[in-house]
């Protein structure tokens, strides 16, 4: 029950999120996958409005990539969108 309400808050996260930036999950991964280096997030969230990773499949220093991706893709959306945010790829 615990992992389904923190679900549900992670998506209603990025719901709110997605609309403040003008930017759907499924441009992001269009965005992301279309890029310098090609991502692919993992497609049962997408259909639920949100991105998620996942790590077993990344060798090191692969989980920075793409971070890094991820933050340049939320901050272009926010300079679009007018809206200051505080994104970083920081490990």
Known sequence: MHGCCCKSALL?????????????????????????????????LIAEGALGFGPACLKDGEAAIVAAEVCKLVQAAAAKAGVEVAATAEE
């Open 12 to 44: 209603a996260d990025a719901e709110r999120v997605a609309r403040r930036l003008g930017l759907t999950a499924m441009q992001a991964v269009v965005a992301l996958q279309g890029g310098e280096v090609a991502i692919a997030p993992k497609p049962p």
